[in-house]
Structure formats: C-alpha cells, structure tokens
C-alpha cells in the first residue's frame, strides 16, 4: 500500500510559458527537479535582464531534493542554475555536454565549486533516490538531449524533453526509437510533453535542409558571408565549418556567448573543426572576401549583439561591404520581429544580399510539428498527459491533437505554474497550488525589482517625470526657496518655458491657499501640490507625467 | 524648352518605412502632395502617440503647393492631415470614401470649416495646377482607392498607390487594366510604386477566399463568433454581414473606430446592411449565443482595445464562454505578435475556439504578392521606379524584381525621406535633400518631444530615477536639510534600507569632502554628488538610474 503512494507533478515554470523550465516531480519523501531553465522578458518587463522560476518550494522543502536533472543544455533549462544553486544546494545529473555548458555557467558566477555533477549517458538507467530514471536520446537544435522515464511504484512518469524527430541528424546519432516503443508497451501514466510547434503540420525538415541551403548560398557568393544564429546550435556551426571547408574558406567566429559554446564543444569532442579552417576574427582583413566566413550572434537582433554591431558598422573588425552575403539562420521569437527586420534593413543598406525567413529555408526549428508530436503520442500512449514547453494557445491546440490520436480531452491537464497534479493508478486530479512564479533579475539585484518598481518604470516611460522642489518656513509658512522644476522625459524644456512658468506660479498658489502653519501635515501640502500640477500639465499636454513634489521643511 | 523643366520627386514620408505616407511632386513653380500620412511609432519611441511628416519643405515653399491627393481613406494615407493643414491649408482632392473619412478625421479635430475638399472618381480626368491627372481603380483592402498618371510636359509620373489585382473583388469594382495598359502604352517616365509585400511570392488570395474561411467557421459554430479585423476593411465587414444573414446571425459592431468607419461607409453606399442584421451591443445579452456575431477591431491585439479588453474579461458587455468561436482576421505588424498572441492566449483561457493567422488562412493582405508587382511593371513598363511603402529590405528586394522583369538596377531607384529626384527626358539623378523627417505628437503636443525627452524616457524605463535633495546653508557650508532619497522604478524600497543609508552618507560625505563656501559653484556639487551615488548604486546592484541631485540653497 505504501508503495502506491501518489505522485505529485508541480511546474515551477515552463506551462503557459515559453522558458524558465523546471517540473518537481514529488514521490513520497524525495523530490526530483527536472531543468532549471531562465526565461528572457518581453518588451513590458522593462528594464529587466533575466527571469528564473520562484523556487519558494523548494526551499521550504529542500531535504527532500534530491537532485536537478536537465534534460539539455539550452539557457531555458539550465541558465537559472546559479541562482537556484544558492538557495538549493543539490546534486546535479545531465549529459557531457549539458553540464559543459552547466559548469561554464556557474564559472561565471564563481560557484561552481558549490555543484555536484552527475555525468550520465543518453540511453543510461540510474536512481536519484526512489526516481529510477531511463534516459532516451531525442533530436533537438542542441547534442547530447534526451527524454526520460521515471519509473515509480505508482507509474511511470514520461517527460520527453525538447524534441523532434530528425531522421537525418547532423551527428547520426537517432531519437531511440525502439526504447520509445518499448517504454510505451511497458504502460506510462502520465506524460509531460514538448508542444511548441502544435500549431505547425507535418514534419520539421531535417537540419541538413539548412546544410544544403547554405550549399546554395556560398556556391553563389563572391564575398563574404556571415552567418548568424544562435549560440548554441552546435550542429548548425558543424555544417558551416564543413560547407566552408567544401568551399575553401575560412570561419571566424563574433559573439562571446557562441566561441565559448564553441570551445565547450570542441573540448568535449560534439564538435569536429579542422585547425585549417578557423581563424581568429583579427585575421579576417588580411584576407580576400571570399574566403571569409563570420559566424555570429544576434540573429534575435539583440542590440548589443555582433550581428547588429556589424549591421550598423560599430563592430571593431567586421566590415559589411556591397556583395557580401548574410544568413540570419534563425526565426524571430515572437516580440522580436521588428529588431530583426531593422538589421536586415541595415544589412540591405550595406550593399549585402541578405538570406532570411521569408525568403528561404536556411533555419529549421528545434522542436517538433503536429505529426511528431502525434508519432510521441503514439510511441507512448500515456494515460494522462500534462504539454509543458508553450503558452496557453499550444496547449488549446495540443489538446485538439491528443484527442485525434485518441486521448480524451479530460485527460490532457493544462497545468499552471504552482499548480499540484496528483497522478496514481487511481487517477489524476489537481490538488492543490504551492507558491511559484516568476523572479526577475535585473543587475545583481535577485528579486528586487516587483510590480510597483515595474509599474514606475512603465509610468516613467510614457510620459517621464516632473520634480517640484521648495522650501518652506514651518513658522511663517512662508516659501523660502523654489518652486524649481525638474523634468526628465516630459517634454522639450527650451519650448515649454511658459508651462513651467505656469506650473511655477501653480504650487505658490496651493501652498499660499493652503496657509501651512506648525499643524499642517507635509503629506497634504504634497498631495494638493501633486494634484493641482497634475490638472494644470494635463490640462496643457493631454500627458500625466510622474509629479513628485519635494516639499523641505527649512 | 520651358515646357521641358525637370520634374522633382520628393518623398517626405512612406520611403523605408511603411507607414506616413507623403510624396511631393514638383513641377515648374507648382507642388502637389500626395498622401498625407501617419505612422504608429514602434517600441523604441517610448509614450509617443504617432509619428508624421516633418513637413518644413511644404511650409516654406506654401504658396507654390496646390494640393494634395488622397490615394485612398488609410490612416497611413491621410492620418497627419489634422496637423499638415494646422500649417498649410492647400485644398484636398480625393474619392467619395476617402473625403468621408478624412472629414470625419478633421471634425475631430475641430477643423472640417479648414479644409476644401474635391470629390473625384476613380477613372476621371482633372487638373490641380500644372499636374493633368488621370486617377485609375485598383483593388486594395479599403474601397474606393486609385493609382494616378500625373501628366507633365516633361513626361508621365504613375503612382500605383497602395494595390492588389484581386480578380473577385467583393464590389466587383475590378482593377481598370484597360487603362493600365494604355498609359503605359503611352510611355510612362517614372513609376512610384507599392512593394510592401515583395518578400511574397505569387499572388495575394482573392477577399473572397476569407468570406469562405468564414462560412466554414460559421457552419460549425454554436456559441458566438467574434471577428477581430482592421476599423477600416469595409469588404470584410460586408463580409460578415452578408454571411451572418445567410446563417441568420445578427450583427453587433464593438469599438468606436470601427462604428464610425461603418456609419461613414453605409451613408456613401459602399456598405449595404439588412437592418433587421444589426444589433446594437447592449442586444447581446437578450440573443441566444448561436445568433449572436461580434465584429470588433484589437486584431493587433493594442492593449486598450475592444478585443483585447474582451480577452480579458474587461468588457462591459461581451464575455467570452465556452463554445465561442473568435477569428483573428489579420496578420500581426511586426512588433505586435506578442501582443497579438498574449490575447489569443487569453480567449483560448476563456473556453473560446480561436482561429488566427498560422491556422487557418482567415485574412489576406491588402499589397500585392511578387506576380502582382511584376505585373505592374509590365503593364506600366516605366522607365525610372521609386519603390515607396516598404522598408530598406523591401526596396532591395525590390530591385531584384524589377531586374528580373528587365528594369535596370540603376533606373530603380532608393530614396530615403528628403532625397531630392530630379527627372526629365534627360534623365534621373538624386540632386538635392531637403528638411524631412519624423515629427512625433504626444497628447496634444506636436513636436515637443524630440531625441532627448525620448533618450531620457528610455533611462527612465531601463533602471528608474534617483533623487537625492539635500539643503546646504551657503555661508557655514553645512547641510542644514536632508540629504533625502526619493527613488522611483530603481529598487524595492523596504528591502533595500541599506544601500538608501548608504547613499545618504556618500552624499554626506562627498560635500563635506568638497567644503562648500561661498565661492563654490552649485553645478561642482551637483555633479559630484550624481558621481559618487552613480558610482555607489552600480557598485551595489549593477543598474545606472537616472540620479538628479537636487541642491538648494537655504
């Protein structure tokens, strides 16, 4: 009977969201975390670096965690580790190059003497406590992923990771097919589940699509070409260093992010670079165009990234000149659209021929379409199944899919974040809601910045903010110092000096109207002086700046 | 020979850029000025409202513009025609529709009794000035639009304004390709020309295409139906309305623009409305859901709109339930998707059955695809083309098309705003720029914020402000009030006591370091104190506020 205890699944990020990872997985006593992703704000969460999951949780009950298990090595499934760690100190499992990329991360952090790795192989059985995992190797845009059964006295628990089905990977190294089949005939209770790409049919083409489009590409180039894309995708830099070997040309590589990722590659052997074909970037001037490969960052457009530098000709070394051929090998995530499209108009003002999106084929997600998602499904056919890995129109629409393939709607959970799913051979329900969330990280500062510093900034960003600053004689109630005006992003000063005038002559005629004496609270001599400036600017301006009145008693 | 003066082509909006359309064309001692645009500001242009021609050429040489023309009723076509008639009142020629809808945009404005309008149809023959102009029917999103030949002594000037070739218009109102076809038989010399969608292959889908998308939502759905599109898309509308009466629906129109596009639209006649189809809102309630249909504007997903306050549950009267179906019939602006997708998140939360862009094809575009621009050419075979509504990358690519239909790369040419292009007989060649650009309007104001309110609200939006008041009796050169902080979207205040401490002593201490006398200059203490708290606040949380030291002296 102990046996049978029910399982607990907890998303602390990663449902109803495209990032910051991370599911607990609760059986009896012990907790198994799976990833321990960030996640990177959208336009509204201004002025914020980073977001990683509230592990509140967690930490109320860290003696029973008995480990992270990261399923790969992308920055939404490992890159809140150090912030995590801090607060948790477990043990750590994934693959080599998952925690090349983990032990890189928390170097930067000086902490990782803090972690305790646990090297294993895709396709390996192991326990962390009473979690007795397989590891199932899966095609992703990143080596060395997997999925993973957890097998309890309950159930087994599926999560298939990030996935696709590539049937012609880059480093020939198969999704396991067979183990899928075989974990599905054993009988799987519930299944966590990738669903990105729902809204996508068919088949992701494989990544040597993107090869031989690059083949195209550098047969037709005269000049340089530069490649961006993302930093990680260690298959796609295999493909560039092999095309470019193929065409006689060397590869510098622009972006710290993606030559450290190199190097972790190289290092640990999941990247094989002839010494001939590298170069170092203060090389590329000595010579001629076309034998010159970039590979670079900033296919998001990310303001300080290389390839924006480039595209605005800020970068130190890289040129773009008439001729040159540029390669954004990535899909805008939603929200970063415009930044794209502004470099590639810089490029295109360059003189270069750029190759993106719309145009041709040269990226392939990483994650699978309708028709994976469906193959998964029917590999494992699960009793229950929870889509993590995509907002909530993924799961809709996820939902519609199970059901196809014959899995009733009322068995596909659309968890929350905090949300407790207790799943058993007696079913699975929601049970109950633990605190959870997101942290935002902005500088060094860990949760410091909420919704009110928030709500100021967004405040402050429409229609900036308006100082009244005066001195008041507590005695006389007399002003001895000011009205001075201070405004920032407000409005064009040297044309409103009317206005200011105006404001000036509002607050001596609140506070005179107010008759401060030793029994006048300074909370109401702000708040009238507040009010009467903020009527007269919108009045005049139709905008509501930030008013903050400094009233000092002197 | 005096009939033979160069003609010069001044875009002073609508070139790298889609949006604020404006071209002035010069002849002799005469301009006319076609389209009088505004553009929505992007992410970047923190708390602007919209952005319009600078239009400082038209007002200095006021006496020589004739008019303008209105190639059709968009707000990217005649949006800035409130603030350009403020500064130069010149009459206005445009069609039945367009008139109606920038007259309703002038009454908004107060400023109807300004404006002398010229109706003209689609296919006349008139003059403004010097400029013999013949207007030309094309299809596009909104009834009622022209291409233009403008002709000159000097030559024929052809504006294909914003077009398609849709072969089933709803109207039935078909491009004139007779006429196309004999104006470029008669030897065009320069074509301003549409290339928004030349990143599209083939041809934009006829409108009809999304009335059948359409049926097939209606014939499944039993709850209600909300279609999201465009205010202005008077075709869609008919649409709807026709199909809802074919399922005996009725028809409740929900935003304020779109009510008033409607009314405008049925008084002309080009919209034809069953009475007995359309409810008033305040009906929805008294109706079964399976007769109820919605047709609302927020496909952009903007924040305060109609739809997305629906999504939200934030409307007075339309909820959305379980059941309901909600068609997203258009296509995100670059910058808007994740607006866009937030709300699809939203209604698919409510229990709502959502269908948009990458699930089913329920919009087509208002710009011709590839085959259509090329068409254009060939009909027109002009000798020189300025690509205008589209961005950098749309114009490069735009080149490339025009190669392939055998125009010169050198005759197309790619101008940026107040590029001047002189062209006759004798050529084409850049000569001249003159004052152009963007003006914003915030509020009521216009033009009262520039790059450094904009720089000021973007520091503001990244890290907040810190405000440091302090009181400094001149003569003994003691501080005699403060130092106070007052800190807005920097840090969460009650957690950070400390560093506020802090920052109190380092201003201490920086101005008795400084030992103020009656010699000292305020600006020396202000800026070091901005020095030592900027330096103190970085050290501690790695965020640079703005810092506003304010000294007074008392």
Known sequence: MEDKQPIRIIPLGGVNEIGKNMTAVEYADSILVIDCGLMFPDDEILGVDIVIPDVTYLVEKVDKVVGIILTHGHEDHIGA????????????????????????????????????????????????????????????SIPDGFAMAIRLPSGIIFHTGDFKFDQTPIDGRLTDFAALARIGAEGVLLMLTDCTNVEKPGHVPSERLVGKMFRQVFAE??????????????HRMQQVFDIAAEFG????????????????????????VPPEVKIRVEEIPELPASQVVVMTTGSQGEPLSALTRIAM???????????????????????????????????????????????????????????ELKL???????????????EYRHVAKYVELAEEVGIPTENVFALEVGDVLEVGPFGAQKVAKVPAGDVFVDGIGVGDVGDVVLRDRRHLAQDGIFIVVVGIDRNSGEIVAGPDIISRGFIYLEEAEDLMQEARQTVVETIEHLAVDAATEWATVQSDVRSAVAKLLYNRTRRRPMIVPVIMEV
């Open 249 to 272: 040309r060397k590869v510098a590589t622009v972006g710290r992010s993606m030559a450290e990722n190199m190097v972790i590659a190289e290092d640990l052997g999941y990247l094989k």
């Open 221 to 234: 180039a005269s000049g340089k070409i530069i490649v961006a894309m993302f930093a990680s995708n260690i």
């Open 376 to 390: 998964m499904l029917n590999f494992i056919r699960p009793r229950y199944v929870v889509p993590v890995h995509g």
């Open 313 to 371: 000709d800020d970068h130190p070394i890289v040129r773009v000149e008439h001729g040159d051929m540029v390669i954004i090998s990535a899909t805008p995530i939603p929200g970063n659209e415009d930044l794209v499209m502004r470099t590639i108009n810089h490029l295109f003002k360059r003189g270069a021929k750029v190759i993106y999106d719309p145009i041709a084929p040269v990226h392939v997600s990483g994650h699978g379409n309708r028709e």
């Open 81 to 140: 580790l150090p912030y995590v760690l801090r607060q948790i100190n477990v043990p750590i499992w994934g693959t080599r190059l998952t925690l090349g990329f983990a032990r890189a991360k928390l170097d930067e952090h000086n902490l990782t003497d803090l972690a305790e790795f646990h090297q294993i192989e895709p396709g390996e059985h192991f326990e962390i406590g009473p979690f007795a995992i397989e590891t199932i190797r899966v095609s992703h």
